[in-house]
């Protein structure tokens, strides 16, 4: 672990090699899991915002748990988190040809609809952000359904934080990447 200022900062982003292979996976970690994509405050009302114009790409199941539940839903554990279909697609999540889950709200963006691309821990993923008080810790997030990511990330020797650049210029600004840099490549010397 190292620091870069307010922000506590594992060496795996670093050191691990990471590029989706989204052919490979289909977007399982769209479609996986036991909870919805972490959200910040600001986040959720992008979501209100934005939902009439997300609203024509979703799917029918995803309308009927957001016109039920909302945009966006806070967890047993008080995080605030994209909903869940049946406990397990997120709401947002759609499908193209290839049976490949894509985002909605990206595919929006993606067609101009809206300029918000979506939820900064999506973009980040396999990189997770926990916010505290005093500092946010920035790990690496290893997952099963992501071995073939490392496996093309190895091949290809894409370190995770030059995969998730934009997201981390997204989430810390650019000085602070640039530190970042300047770290891993002293650390990799």
């Known amino acids: ?24 996976c289909k977007g399982a970690c769209c479609i996986d899991g036991e909870a919805g994509a972490p959200l910040d405050k600001e986040e959720t009302k992008i979501l209100e915002d934005i939902y009439p114009k997300v609203k024509p790409f979703l799917r029918k199941e995803g309308i009927d748990v957001i016109e039920k539940g909302g945009t966006w839903v806070t967890s ?8 869940l279909i049946n406990g397990a697609d997120c709401a947002y999540v759609i499908f ?21 691309k979506k939820p900064v821990s999506c973009h980040l993923y396999p990189v997770r952000v926990k916010d505290y008080s005093e500092f946010s810790a920035v790990n690496y997030h290893k997952w099963e359904i992501c071995d073939d ?8 020797q894409v370190p995770v934080y030059k995969f998730v650049k934009q997201a981390l210029i997204r989430k810390f600004g650019e000085n602070w990447y640039a ?9 990799l010397k």
């Open 179 to 187: 530190e970042l840099e300047k770290v891993a490549e002293k650390h």
């Open 76 to 83: 047993e554990w008080g995080e605030l988190e994209t909903p």
């Open 1 to 24: 672990m190292f620091q870069l200022g307010k922000t506590i900062v594992s060496e795996d982003i670093i050191e691990k090699d990471f590029v989706c292979n989204i052919s490979a």
């Open 149 to 156: 990511a490392c496996t093309l990330g190895k091949e290809l």
């Open 96 to 116: 193209d040809e290839k049976n490949t889950a894509l985002c909605a709200i990206e595919e929006a963006y993606n067609q101009g609809e809206i300029d918000w």
